[in-house]
């Protein structure tokens, strides 16, 4: 096996995967930068935290190390107090029993805040205030071209500017559609949230903790929900902000102990000059975003931005004073609550130590918020002189973006997981899509990758039904596959499955390049396939069956099966009726109730047929005794017996029809025949190949037939509504011709109103005003008269 190389954000030469070496051999520290719980998860998140599971499934299960998953929950920032309190306002207004009046008054004024506050735009247009019955003329007029796709400067390509301005036109357009309607509460909160805060945010009591937890309680719950829908392992430890402000404040105060920080007006900040001053470097992630001021702002959060007595303007805030209306805690400095920042360099201490082997999270967080982490965890455990690693290796897992912009809660441009699941995905063809990507590599949503990923998994789902029939087929016997050996001495295949598994790893291996697993096992399929296509080779089905496992191996260890567990060594997708613990004599019960309900639909029939009188007197019971004494390896075996009789019983049947003289005995048989395939095999979950080698007996999912049986039905259904309106439309076109041709020539032009004067033919001569019809008109009209008396004739002579 290789040598593990991985893509370490630490590591800036060339950007190349670089060894991953432990800080203790087989083991693997890691935290990850878990989600911050307000709203619900996107699939942005999705992208995140499937990517980071994929990584974290191929390190335990392929390449064996015992991984010690750290993740923290977010559950006090700027975001999650505004929310939670802008909530509990909101519902505290609504039970104040206001008049119509008093409310749409209310509305009025947080309609033109929320219009001056976020869109300058509108106030430029005319000089009156903004109102819900003049904002669609002026939202038209100042952000048309933003609303038809063009960029707000009206140069390069829209991005995260243009989609906040359409999601703040899209919160007003909403508001006053609600407010025209007197529907206010419920249609316009997302203006009166952030108006009611500035009137009232002062009134919440910062100690009263229950206004911010019961928030995060619920969408924490969520959040978990969504990742147990996508197959997500739940991490090994939970951290949470609210229990580890105690250790916060001390983790705080040995860095200003340090000279590393100082306070101000009772917050306290990373003081990044005498940082770097003592031989430490910031910002070693993204060197670049150093003095980028908008970054350091947004790192600060919304609620910071009043906080004073930085002495420089990169210092972050390690400890905030709480203001009116925000959570709070003591502290050695005052009242106030945690930055952003060090929650996680004090969580991951705690658990991990000095130093982890991994530290993970989405790549929009690698400046500020990852290089201050650093900055301050490393300004804890360093020495003067003498710089400490905190971290090994930092992965950033890749955005989603949509429309160029990224995905995001801020912008509000996303899809939320739960309802894409609804809609677009399985949990399986999500995770497939995200891995056709590169991890630490954007992703942008595609009908092209979705289509891609379908394909893919389409193919792996119809390499296992195929090998699976001819495993099953070989074990059992039959009339098609006589010739098959479980046992087969060939070894075809051996040499494509070594040079596969050898590509896999070499995959792996670099920096866990999941896209080149997935066209690897794609060209194994493609190998099995032309293998199995040749109907004259010998089949070598332990090759195919050593294939089948392989790749079920691999797709385990991706989480693309939610019904196995390592070390995943079966074959194929598991279902959730895998593990069942049933009796050879009770699997196969089923399908013997079937063959019997269809010997006594043909015996019925009362045919005269020597070959299928024969099929009907097997003795089904007889035949499965000594087939369930063998060494079989699947249960669906057991039923071949069944099965393979069943499959003879409806060829006789199609024979028979084939050549009946009767139409009527004709049709009967073809029917039943129908039904045998489409009603009673599709029940049992098995499917009918007619294959050059013979009817391939496949065990397909129930409900995947069932969909496919519906999807046929719909298309037949579809084709006859098209069919029938293009009946419909001919009948229509053929009476019309019918009723033009019934029209004599010497009448067509005189109910036409723009002439006055026609000769003894019914040509026009004058016009309305009258003038006389100029020659190039009358040349064109006695030809219109000549086509006309034509079909005339010819409906009169035909109607006699």
Known sequence: MADLKIHNSLVKKGQE??????????????????????????????????????????????????????????????????????????????????????????????????????????????????TPENYAKRRDAAYGKVLAGKTLSGEGKPGDDEAKTKMHLSNLTAAADAILKNQVFGGADEILLPYLDSLYKETVDAKDHKTWTDVTEYWEDQFMGDMDALNVLRPDIITRVTAYVPQIATFVDKIIQKGFAYEADGSVYFDIAAFEEAGNTYARLRPQSKNDQALQEEGEGSLGKSLGGKKGPGDFALWKKSKAGEPSWPSPWGEGRPGWHIECSVMASDVLGSQMDIHSGGVDLAFPHHDNELAQSEAFYCEHGHEHSWV???????????????????????????DALKTDYTPRNMRVVFLLGQWNKGVEISTQMRTEALAWEDSVNNFFINVKAYIVAAEAGGPSFKSLSISSKQQSLKSVLEKAEQGVNAALSDSFDTKAVLETIGQLISAASIHISKPRDELDIPGLEAMARFVTRIVGIFGLDSNTSPPYDGLGWATAATDAKTSSEEFVKPFAEVYHTIKSRVESLGLKNESLEKLLAIDI?????????????????????????????????????????????????????DEIRDDHLTELGVYLDDTPRGTLIKFVPKEELLAQKAEKAARIAQKEAEKEVKRVELERQKAEKEAKARVSPTEMFKSDDKYSVWDEQGIPTKLKDGKEVTASALKKIKKEWEKQKKVYDEWKAKSG
């Not at 599971?53 to 559950?75: Q, S």
């Not at 005794?625 to 003879?648: D, H, R, V, W």
Request: with cysteine.
């Open 392 to 418: 090994k290796n930092f992965l950033h897992m890749g955005h989603l973006s949509i429309s160029g912009s990224k995905m995001s809660k801020s912008l509000k441009n996303f899809q939320t997981i739960r």
């Open 621 to 673: 019971d007889s035949e499965f005794k000594p087939l369930s004494s063998g060494n079989i390896k699947f249960q669906e075996s057991y039923a071949m017996p069944c099965l393979n009789t069943i499959s003879e019983i409806r060829e006789e049947l199609r024979k028979l029809a084939q050549s009946s003289a009767s139409k009527d005995e004709k049709n009967q048989l073809l029917k039943l025949s």
């Open 17 to 130: 995967p670089v060894p991953f070496i432990p800080i203790e051999a087989g083991k693997a520290s890691w935290y990850a930068c878990g989600p911050t719980v307000y709203d619900h998860s996107h699939l942005g998140h999705a992208r995140n935290y499937v990517s980071t599971d994929i990584i974290r499934r191929i390190m335990l299960h392929y390449f064996g190390f015992k991984v010690n998953f750290v993740m923290n929950i977010t559950d006090v920032d700027d975001k999650i107090i505004l929310r939670a309190r802008r909530s509990k306002l909101l519902e505290i207004e609504k039970k104040k029993g206001r008049s119509e009046t008093e409310v749409s008054k209310l509305a009025a004024e947080a309609f033109e805040s929320y219009a001056k506050e976020n869109l300058p735009e509108l106030l430029k247009v005319d000089s009156t205030p903004v």
